[in-house]
Every structure is written in structure tokens, then in C-alpha cells.
């Protein structure tokens, strides 16, 4: 394929037809998409290298200005969303000054909270802007106590070691005093809660590739899409995942893909496609495993040698306990799936060397924890935790998972410094919002009863909840609660458009850092390719100026700038690897020189398999369960006695589903996926939506049946609503999502069609509109995103422009 051909790409290849992008991550070339952006005929003056959520590059410079990023070439599968990285810098959407909320300036707390998202703001210079904040916090702490300060800022922050914001603002906030922390996340946080009840542990490290390729003879990915997905990471990805998928292709190896969507995973590889019902993936399972139990293909030795509680489940599966068995018929009646089909999956998956890797998506659903217990559940019947190349997982579609680990020491960043004794429980992330709207309130999580702290100010730095928090109409008269909102932005994104004070703060681009990559096999100085843009500051900087008007900036930064704490962590970290026999150069030959540390790959990582020493010793190598054994019962969590997560893995029927609850009156079920040229919302403000979105929107992916059905054509306008929200999305008729289901990638920005106001219409396509902002249970309290109907039709009218990309001036 010519790199001209890439560029003449369609809208319609580069979302439906997929056979030319159907591993776009493989085979876009990197440098491909420069065309597209600023680049053009360049005279190079520089070349820096950095790195981010992306991969690591160099940044070309010409006359002071960021024009080409350049992937690094220890990276064979570079992301073609590198290419967006200048235009990242100069967006016009970027937040260039100081600016507060007119109403606020002028009123302060008393001001107008219905206003937030379309009230006028007013530029004022930074010490205006910090002055105000310190006072805030000051008023704030003073009237109320630090347990009405939320500082938790959930979200995708920069990549690197130091300007992480969510550590300087926290260590800003406990050197006030202290604060409302969070916990959990929105990625796997049902998942993080209930794995250590199972397995003891969150086991985020599967079995290594190389062995999955040398023993592995079935591969399943069950809502899992890791050509998408792989290429980004908290810190910068090396993409070696993705030269793992490459092999397992060339293996010939037979891969199933079980998802309602035929993804970019399954197109690339050939793989067979299975797809039930969303959000039932539990039942489908269920189906499985009672085909296996029935006809004594799990195997028994396994569950008596390494498990506990199997027997109990046992009852549930075969219907003793409640009356019906879980038949495959009975699962292909809720999933979707012939009975034949499933049945056929468990003679499979007992015949082969079977890994089974599940995707996050399963457990972002209603009672999502009861999809990632079932799915271990499921990997004990086969027997073949411990084995090289058997088992279930769920970080083969994450941050290179499954590629072995390198040796790299620690390099830990800023101290966020002790929280204060007294002050409330950090809150689920996914239910904060429900928490400040209902102060005083009590409410149940992993097994304990907390109680709502009173939150009047919100300091968010880091994140977009206005981007990943479900039902935005309901998060808008949520952020009518606090007092003060304030708001560390690069971008007018929503969340800086519904804040009282917005401070600019820079791109990882224009500041320096360093970040280890590629999970431990090196080490990468971020370093700054440009001057910071217009007014932009650091986090640090920022939080250094109000720890300084607050009284304790020395303690604060410890009278270090930005390149005495990137020598520190460096130290601290090159000191770590001492200790472990590693030798590593001093920091100005690692800073001045190419920029690069690599760290050796030990065999032992190349060779690691899951569970493998708990196979062979359970008596020596205990899990840390209460049984040291895998528990399929957890007696712990039928003592929490919880009438929505049961002690064994249960399908409980979802709020709303196809052929359940609500399907009625909204017969399609939304599917928000990772996008494919995006970090959830990171780069849509780039010139990157150029390639996806139809008529400015985001893009819905529908069925050709549901289209016919609705008199929708491809790439028109239509919009998509439930009860909860209404939006405009640009139709893709394709039979790559299957009949009932729509694809709606999250990530779109947010923009209504009346500023602040709970109901409007958004114009661009944003799918938390639609989702639901409920816990999945009592014990993990998390996202339920995938849970969510709705109805689509025809737009009839003047289409409305796009404006949420503009700034404000």
C-alpha cells in the first residue's frame, strides 16, 4: 500500500470498510497522516525527543515551532496518532490566559451556579487568578473543614514522572490540610475491586507473549480489541503488543473473536466472530460452563486441587439452588447465541490449549464484577491456570500486555505527603458525582459503610469528567452543588467551560520530564520541544504559587524547580538500580545524550506463565485469599450480605438490556468502544477527527437492517436519544456491529446546542449523554457505561454548527 494511497483514503474506507484499516496501527505508516496537519516541506533546525500516552518521538523544530513528530525507531509499530502531536500544541482550542467566570468574579461563591457552562469569562492575570484560589481554599477550609474539598481530579494525565498533575495537586491540598481523595478507576474498576476476593490480587501481568505463541493453540478475545487499544498507555507505549499480534497472525494459531462489534482485532487476525447481546456476556458464559459440567469436560481435579466453593457454584449452574439450569439453551435465549454455538465454544475451549483474554468492557456494565468472576470461573473448569499457553486473562488489549517485563528500577515521582487523620473515605471515582449531590447521605463500598462528605470546592487538574462521567445532563445539576469550581486546563474543554476559575496550563510538549516506557524496558527523557505558549503554566508552577500565598511553599517544593526534581527522580531511581546490580549512566549523559536508558528483558520474563508457581506448589505459593486458594464462593462477600453482588458469579439481569428491561422503548443498545485515533477525548480537537467523523460528527456505527428499518442512509445526520439525553451522530451503515447494537465511540466532546442547560441537544456526539450514572454493585461501585439503550432516527432541519471546539474569548 503507497503511502498516497493512505492519504486518499475515504470516510467511508477508513470506518466501514476497515480491509484497508483493519490494523491501521500495523500498516499506516508512521508520518503517513503528516500531510493532513501542519506539516509540509520542512527546513529541520532540531530534533527533541519526548514521548507521551502515544509513543516516544522527536520533535521537529523549525524557527521555535513544533512541526513534525518523528516515532522512535526502537518502536516497530509506531501509532499514527504521533502525527497529531504538533497539532496537540496549537490547537485552537487552546486556554491561553487566566479567565474566571464574570458572574463569579464579581459575586465570588455567591454567584449564579446556573450559569456554569454559559456564563461570559474575563481574563485576569495570574495573580488575580491565584490570589482568588488561595482565598477560596482558605474560605473554604475555614468555614467548613478540609473534608469539603474534593481534589481527587480522576483522569489521563500527562505521562511523565514530575508533571503528573494529580500528584502536585495533591500534595498542594494535604500541605492545606488535606482533602476528598477517589478511588478506583473508570477503565477496570469493578474488576480492581473484585479480582482480590478471587485471586487475591488485581494480576495485572499475564502470561508472556512468547509462550503464548510457542504453547497457545486457541486465542479468544472476548470483548477485547488490542490492535486499538494497544497502542496507548499510561506512560509511552513501545508497542511491542502489537508485533506480538503480528506473530500470533503469521502463526496461523486459530483465534475467536466473541463481540458484538467485528473489530479492527478481528479483521486484522481473520478471526471467527461470535456476537451476543451486549452486557450478556455472563449468561453466555453460564452456557458454557454448563456444557462442560454436563458433559464432564472440566475438569475436576483442577477445581479440587486449586480452588474452594466450586461445589456451591456448582448448585446455582445445574439450577439446584434456584430452579434453573443454565443451560445453553437458557443462555442463548438472553445472549443471542445458538445453543449449538455455545455448546460447540466449550468442546472447543476444553480441546485446545486455550487462553481466553477479556476485555474491560465486559465488567463496565451493570453488575460488571460479576463478569470478571464468571470469566475465572470459567478459566478454572478448563483447568489450565498455571499451564504456558492456558488460562483467562484481561491485559492482552492493555499498555503492550503479555510483552515481557523489563528490569527498570523505580523512578517515582513528587511525594503527594500525608493525608490528615479524620477526613472522609476517598470516594468511588465513578460515584462522586452521585456523593456531592447528596451530601450526608450514606452509601455502601467494598464491603463498608461510608457516609457523603459536603463538598463546596472542587479543584480538578488532570482530567475531564465531562468527558468520561456517565449521564452528562445529571453531571450538569451535579456541578450546580459546589461553591467553587476550579479548573487546571490546556484545552476549553467542557470541564474548563462549566468551571468558575480556569488556570492554562501547558502541554506535556512544552516542559520537561522523563518517563519509564514500554513496561520497564526503559527510561525516556520527555524533553521540552517548544517555549510554553501564550500564558500556559506547569502544574507545579501553578500549585507553587498558591502554596506560596497559603504559607508553605518552601515545604512545597523543597527549594527545587523543574530540572532539580527530574535530577532527584532520577537519582532515586538510578540508586534503586544499584541495588538490584543495574548500571546506568549519570543524568547529564542520560539528558544530553540520545535520551534513552534500556533496562534488559530477564528470561524469566520471557518465560513467565500466570499462576505457574501456585500450580506447582498451592501449599507454598498460596494466593492471598482468605482459602490461599482461588475462590469461586467468597464467604467474605456473602457476609457483606449485598443484594446485588451474590458470593459466586451470578447473572443478574441488567438495568436496561436487549430483550430485557426498557428494550421497548428503545430497542438498540449503544456500544461506546475506544476510539481509534484517540485517547478517549485526548486528540479530538486535533485535526485527526478529519478522518472519522461524518458532517463534523462523531460517527455511529448501525446495521444495515436497523438502517433500512429507520430510513437511515449512510453518512447522514441523524440523531441518536433515550430518556436520559439526545445527540447528533454521522451514520456508517455497516454489518460490522450487529443487528440491535450501534457503535458510538466515547470520547467525542461534549456540545450542547443551549450552553448549560441539563437536556439540550449536543451537537457533536457525545455519548455519555446517553449512559447511565448508576454503580455497578455495592462492593465496587463502578462505571456501568456499557449498560445503556436507546433510538435512532433521521435528523430533520437545519443541521446546527459544531462550536465546541472554539474558544472562549
Known amino acids: 500500500m503507497s503511502k498516497s494511497t493512505n492519504f486518499l483514503m475515504t470516510r467511508r474506507a477508513a470506518l466501514a470498510g476497515m480491509s484497508t484499516l483493519a490494523a491501521q496501527a500495523l500498516l499506516i505508516p508512521s508520518g503517513a497522516l503528516a500531510s493532513q496537519g501542519p506539516g509540509g516541506p520542512i527546513l529541520v533546525e ?125 500534595r498542594m491540598l494535604n500541605l492545606n490540610g488535606g482533602f476528598v481523595d477517589d478511588a478506583g478507576n473508570y477503565s477496570w474498576g469493578a474488576q480492581m475491586v473484585i479480582y482480590p476476593y478471587i485471586t487475591g490480587g488485581t494480576f495485572t501481568k499475564p502470561t508472556a507473549w512468547p509462550v503464548i505463541l510457542e504453547n497457545t493453540e486457541l486465542m479468544v478475545f472476548w470483548a477485547s480489541d488490542p490492535l486499538v487499544t494497544g497502542q496507548i498507555d499510561s506512560g509511552p507505549p513501545d508497542h511491542r503488543g502489537l508485533g506480538y499480534m503480528k506473530q500470533l497472525k503469521a502463526s496461523g494459531k486459530r483465534t475467536i473473536v466473541i463481540d458484538p462489534v467485528h473489530n479492527r482485532t478481528a479483521e486484522y487476525l481473520g478471526s471467527e466472530w461470535i456476537a451476543p447481546r451486549p452486557g450478556t456476556d455472563v449468561a453466555m458464559m453460564l452456557g458454557v460452563a454448563h456444557t462442560l459440567y454436563s458433559e464432564n469436560l472440566h475438569d475436576e481435579a483442577f477445581l479440587a486441587d486449586y480452588t474452594t466453593g466450586f461445589d456451591k457454584f456448582a448448585e446455582y449452574l445445574t439450577g439446584a439452588s434456584d430452579g434453573t439450569p443454565k443451560t445453553a439453551e437458557w443462555a442463548a435465549n438472553i445472549c443471542a447465541v445458538d445453543a449449538e454455538t455455545i455448546k460447540g465454544l466449550a468442546r472447543t475451549f476444553a480441546s485446545n490449549r486455550t487462553t481466553l483474554n477479556f476485555g474491560f468492557s465486559i465488567q463496565r456494565q451493570d453488575h460488571g464484577e460479576q463478569a470478571t468472576w464468571m470469566g475465572v470461573t470459567l478459566g478454572c473448569m478448563l483447568g489450565q491456570y498455571g499451564l504456558p499457553g492456558g488460562g483467562a486473562f484481561s491485559y492482552y488489549h492493555y499498555t503492550s500486555g503479555g510483552a515481557p517485563y523489563g528490569s527498570s528500577p523505580s523512578f517515582r515521582g513528587m511525594s503527594t505527603g500525608e493525608a490528615r487523620e479524620g477526613l472522609p473515605a476517598a470516594v468511588p471515582c465513578a460515584r462522586i458525582h452521585w456523593v456531592m449531590a447528596n451530601p450526608g447521605a450514606e452509601y455502601e463500598y467494598n464491603g463498608n459503610t461510608y457516609t457523603a462528605p459536603d463538598v463546596r470546592l ?32 490546556i484545552y476549553w474543554t467542557q470541564t474548563a467551560r462549566f468551571a468558575d476559575i480556569v488556570l492554562p496550563v501547558n502541554t506535556t510538549f512544552e516542559r520537561n520530564d522523563l518517563a519509564v516506557f514500554g513496561n520497564g524496558t ?288
Not at 469569562?121 to 469539603?148: C, H, P, Q
Not at 472542587?458 to 462521567?469: K, M, S, T
Request: proline share 6%.
Open 46 to 170: 532540531d530534533e527533541v525527543i519526548s514521548g507521551g500516552h502515544f509513543g516516544i518521538f522527536k520533535g521537529k523544530v523549525e524557527g521555535g515551532r513544533f512541526i513534525r513528530a518523528i516515532p522512535y525507531e526502537g518502536d516497530a509499530h509506531p501509532s499514527p496518532m504521533v502525527d497529531a502531536m504538533p497539532d496537540s500544541v496549537y490547537s485552537t482550542a487552546r486556554i491561553r490566559y487566566p479567565m474566571v467566570r464574570k458572574s463569579f468574579l464579581e459575586k465570588g461563591y455567591m454567584s449564579d451556579r446556573t450559569e456554569r457552562g454559559k456564563g461570559e469569562f474575563v481574563r485576569v492575570s495570574w495573580d488575580e487568578a491565584l490570589d482568588l484560589v488561595a482565598a477560596e481554599l482558605k474560605r473554604v477550609k475555614e468555614t467548613y473543614g478540609n473534608a469539603s474539598i474534593y481534589g481527587g481530579s480522576y483522569g489521563w494525565r500527562s505521562s511523565g514522572s514530575f508533571h503528573s498533575a494529580q500528584a502536585p495537586l495533591a
Open 458 to 489: 472542587v479543584y480538578w487538574a488532570g482530567g475531564n469528567p465531562f468527558h468520561h462521567h456517565q449521564d452528562v445532563n445529571q453531571l450538569i445539576k451535579t456541578w450546580q452543588k459546589p461553591e467553587t469550581i476550579i479548573v487546571n486546563e
Open 522 to 809: 526503559g527510561l525516556v527523557a520527555m524533553k521540552k520541544i517548544v517555549e510554553p505558549l501564550y500564558e500556559s503554566k506547569t502544574d507545579y508552577e501553578i500549585f507553587t504559587g498558591i502554596s506560596q500565598r497559603l504559607g508553605f511553599e518552601d515545604d512545597y517544593t523543597e527549594g527545587r524547580e523543574e530540572m532539580d526534581w527530574l535530577m532527584a527522580i532520577y537519582a532515586a531511581g538510578k540508586a534503586d538500580a544499584e541495588k538490584k546490580g543495574i548500571t546506568m549512566p549519570d543524568f547529564d549523559t542520560f539528558w544530553n545524550g540520545e535520551g534513552i536508558v534500556q533496562f534488559e528483558i530477564p528470561e524469566s520474563e520471557k518465560n513467565y506463565v500466570f499462576l505457574a508457581d501456585f500450580r506447582d506448589d498451592p501449599l507454598l505459593h498460596p494466593l492471598a485469599t482468605p482459602s490461599g486458594l482461588i475462590e469461586i464462593y467468597s464467604k467474605k462477600i456473602e457476609g457483606y450480605a449485598y443484594d446485588d453482588c451474590p458470593p459466586h458469579a451470578t447473572w443478574m439481569e441488567p438495568v436496561e438490556r436487549l430483550g430485557g428491561a426498557m428494550s421497548d422503548k428503545y430497542p438498540l443498545h449503544v456500544i461506546s468502544s475506544h476510539p481509534d485515533f484517540r485517547l478517549h477525548a485526548q486528540l479530538d480537537h486535533t485535526w485527526l477527527r478529519n478522518r472519522y467523523e461524518v458532517q463534523g460528527r462523531e460517527p455511529v456505527w448501525i446495521n444495515p437492517q436497523d438502517a433500512e428499518a429507520r430510513g437511515i442512509k449512510d453518512g447522514e445526520v441523524v440523531r441518536v436519544f433515550n430518556d436520559r439525553g439526545q445527540i447528533l451522530a454521522g451514520a456508517v451503515v455497516t454489518d460490522k456491529v450487529m443487528p440491535g447494537a450501534m457503535r458510538l465511540n466515547q470520547g467525542g466532546w461534549y456540545d450542547p446546542d443551549e450552553p448549560g442547560v441539563s437536556g439540550a441537544l449536543c451537537k457533536h456526539g457525545h455519548v455519555n449523554t446517553l449512559t447511565i450514572d448508576k454503580g455497578t454493585s455495592k462492593l465496587a461501585q463502578a462505571t456501568i457505561a456499557h449498560t445503556a439503550l436507546a433510538e435512532v432516527e433521521p435528523y430533520v432541519g437545519e443541521l446546527p454548527p459544531v462550536t465546541t471546539f472554539t474558544p472562549v474569548t
